[in-house]
């Protein structure tokens, strides 16, 4: 039997590709104070590896959404596998600031090239009813990179060292490589090819029509406001916050984070079958893990630190939620557009969250810098600096809101009316006293 004809196996393979993905994005955010001392680097210095990673990753992403429509997914896996693999095995080697920038900008372009990928071939091999699901599932599985990044690599960090480390991931991506040419197709034999603009001079065209499309929007601003502040505490932020700003010990901070992917496995699939079920709730779901982020955030920075072990822990399980959350996102730019533009529409869409990333984690190295003195890293710089999510946070919910208005009001056209939620509540509350006289 050809094993590329099994679904769950191609399936493995490309999780397994974007596991390593996000050991490979999130590698420096773990050893972030160790950075620092190689490269001299002020927090202001350090943050601009993130942000650089992340611009190119945010940037990259229309551009690879469009090549996904046109070449498919199995080209850019390996593309991106390829070029990780580069800019980690430099970084290894890396002794001086610009061999070191180079390196991340190489992880943040082959980053960009894997998620979206692997979403097409997802949606190839898997009947629609199970794509909701099936796309938790692998954002939330490829999550545990961030466990390796967090535990075998700074093991091997402060063992055989940096260079060791760095080699290290740079040879799992060499793997996932090899896995992925082996085992991966674009889409089941037999099956059609989803038509795509048909010239390169219609790129512009598509790009317009798919960002028209208000559910393209609505995944967009779902996107931003449930992924960036997970995104910053996990890439950079978080490890010298918990030890610098809350005192606790690196050994702490490390098992923190992997509380943070394991309670994102357990609340995907939970988020995912709603997203199944409830199709037409989807932004409400969206709007809570928001409303949720930004309250246990203002809990957290209401306390004078350091603060209780049980809030942190709080914390971190509810930033959880923001990788499944905005995955939701995802489900919009898939149900909102025809196949041959859905490459373009997950482009789009993910753009949303890193964009706001970037313009965090630059935002709070900046006032790490100006309000923490020379070192920067001090209980009360950290307290101001988190502030500058509540922006991003009006931001998105006023998008959120607005699209979902025109989403609907292009649904009614369509003869799809989405009745009030207080409506339907009332509607069941009814139904459940007609049952309970009965």
């Not at 994102?264 to 079920?277: K, L, M, N, Q, S």
Request: charged content about 10%; hydrophobic content about 55%.
């Amino acid at each position: 039997m050809d094993v590329r004809r099994n679904p769950w196996l191609v399936w493995s393979v490309g999780v397994f590709a974007y596991l390593v993905a996000v050991l490979q994005r999130s590698s420096f955010g773990v050893v972030g104070l160790d950075a620092t001392e190689r490269f001299h680097a002020t927090p202001a210095v350090l943050s601009t590896f993130v942000v650089l990673q992340l611009l190119v990753y945010a940037s990259l992403q229309v551009p690879v959404g469009l090549l996904l429509d046109r070449f498919g997914a199995r080209h850019l896996i390996v593309a991106g596998g390829l070029i990780m693999a580069v800019g980690q095995l430099l970084l290894a080697l890396a002794t001086a600031l610009p061999a070191a920038f180079l390196a991340r900008a190489l992880v943040g372009a082959g980053d960009a090239l894997t998620f979206i990928s692997v979403l097409r071939v997802l949606s190839a091999w898997f009947p629609p009813r199970r794509v909701p699901l099936m796309t938790q599932l692998t954002g939330l599985i490829g999550q545990l990179g961030q466990v390796l990044s967090a535990i075998p690599l700074v093991a091997l960090l402060h063992g055989p060292g940096w260079t060791s480390a760095f080699a290290s991931a740079a040879g799992a991506g060499v793997l996932a490589l090899v896995l992925v040419l082996v085992v991966i197709k674009n889409r089941p034999p037999g099956s059609p090819a989803p038509v795509g603009p048909p010239e390169a001079t219609r790129m512009w065209h598509s790009l317009r029509a798919v960002w028209l499309t208000p559910g393209t929007r609505l995944g967009f601003w779902s996107h931003m406001g449930t992924q960036f502040s997970g995104t910053v505490f996990a890439l950079l932020w978080g490890v010298p916050f918990l030890v610098a700003g809350q005192g606790l010990r690196p050994s702490e901070a490390s098992v923190l984070l992997t509380v943070l992917v394991l309670a994102g496995i357990v609340a995907g699939p939970v988020i995912g079958e709603f997203t199944a079920r409830h199709p037409l709730r989807r932004s409400w779901l969206v709007l809570t893990v928001i409303g949720i982020t930004a309250s246990v955030w203002t809990a957290v920075l209401a306390v004078p630190p350091p603060a209780p072990r049980w809030l942190l822990v709080l914390l971190v399980i509810v930033l959880a939620l923001g990788g499944p959350g905005s995955i939701v996102g995802f489900d919009y730019a898939r149900t909102f557009n025809p196949g041959g533009r859905q490459g373009t529409a997950v482009g789009i869409v993910n753009v949303g969250g890193f964009s706001a990333s970037v313009a965090v984690v630059l935002a709070i190295g900046v006032l790490l810098g100006a309000v923490g003195g020379p070192n920067g890293y001090t209980p009360e710089a950290f307290r101001l600096a988190w502030c500058v999510q509540y922006l991003v946070w009006g931001i998105a919910v006023v998008g959120v809101l607005r699209s979902r208005q025109l989403a609907r009001r292009r649904m009614a056209e369509d003869g799809v009316v989405v009745p009030p939620l207080r409506m339907v509540l009332a509607q069941r509350r009814a139904e459940r006293d007609s049952t309970a006289i009965r």
